[in-house]
């Protein structure tokens, strides 16, 4: 199966990071125009930099997830200069681990306000020029502990469990005008984050995944990309578990 996303504008919320970087290159490879956006300036400017010398062109924004008022701008920008935005990939999301006994209103707040206001921030801009076109593809990217739970993570299962609520609503309301939404839950993915855990744990983890490794940030970006294709144009208000059968469902 070829996915041929020639001529599609995608827009990749944190690309610069593990995951968001390899959706970012699958979906160039595809044929799309990238944009993305981030945070920290230096490493932005590394990944520019380390993409375009392997022939990449990426276009990076400096805005912030949880301003409304910032994506909104960077959404006018991005259209103005790439073309109407055809595929999101809200991928953009931080943990910020406690147990609910010590979790502050800062740590709950700052979660929320990254992983759930950024769907919102992100998608309703772009949500009725997409279906004015009727055609567009929108990828959450939720967590294998949105769907089981996971002790110190109360903010952030919170977070990935209403992405997935957020999909579903939203597919629904768009399904009629070529609009799809679905929901991408990755299980351990061999990212900087997880591979920074300290060996004799991540082995632990690793102990509790059947096919007995990490996933990769490739095998999940390539998930996006058909998911971003028109051959998934029946797929809708799904969510994908890849988590290597960690969490059955
Ligand atoms: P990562 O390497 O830490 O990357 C996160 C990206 O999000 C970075 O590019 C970061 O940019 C950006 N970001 C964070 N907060 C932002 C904000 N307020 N505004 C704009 N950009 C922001 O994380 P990852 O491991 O690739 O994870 C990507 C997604 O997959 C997340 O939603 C995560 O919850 C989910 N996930 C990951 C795993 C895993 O094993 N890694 C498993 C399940 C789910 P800056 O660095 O510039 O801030």
């Keep these: ?3 041929d996303l020639t001529g599609k504008v995608a827009l990749v919320t944190g690309g610069t990071g593990g995951i968001g970087a390899a959706i970012c290159e699958s979906l160039a490879g595809a044929g799309a125009k990238v944009a993305t956006n981030y945070r920290n300036e230096e490493k932005a400017q590394e990944w ?3 993409t375009a010398d392997r022939g990449f062109d990426f276009k990076a924004y400096q805005v912030d997830v949880t301003d409304t008022e ?3 701008k960077m959404i006018a920008q991005i259209e103005e200069e790439l073309g109407p935005i055809d595929i999101i990939v809200n991928n953009a999301g931080i943990t ?3 147990t609910l006994r010590k979790m ?3 740590k709950w707040d700052t979660v929320l306000r990254i992983n759930l206001d950024s769907l919102f921030n992100i998608t309703q801009p772009v949500i009725e020029g997409m279906t004015g076109r009727g055609w567009g593809r929108i990828v959450n990217i939720s967590s294998i502990n949105g769907q089981k739970g996971q ?3 109360t903010n952030y299962t919170t977070t990935k469990a209403g992405m997935h609520g957020f999909t579903m609503s939203l597919a629904q309301e768009v399904a009629r005008k070529g609009v799809t939404v679905n929901t991408v839950s990755p299980g351990y993915i061999a990212t900087e984050m997880v591979m920074a855990v300290p060996e004799d744990i991540r082995n632990q983890i690793i102990a509790g995944i059947p096919v007995g490794r990490l996933g990769t940030p490739e095998e999940i970006a390539a998930t996006v990309t058909f998911l971003s294709s028109e051959q998934a ?3 809708t208000g799904a969510n994908f578990a890849q988590n290597g059968g960690q969490h059955m469902m």
């Design 48 to 50: 520019l930099k380390e």
């Design 151 to 153: 002790i110190g993570q």
């Design 104 to 106: 502050t209103k800062e």
């Design 1 to 3: 199966m070829k996915i």
């Design 233 to 235: 144009a029946f797929v």
């Design 96 to 98: 910020w681990d406690t």
């Design 70 to 72: 910032g994506c909104a």
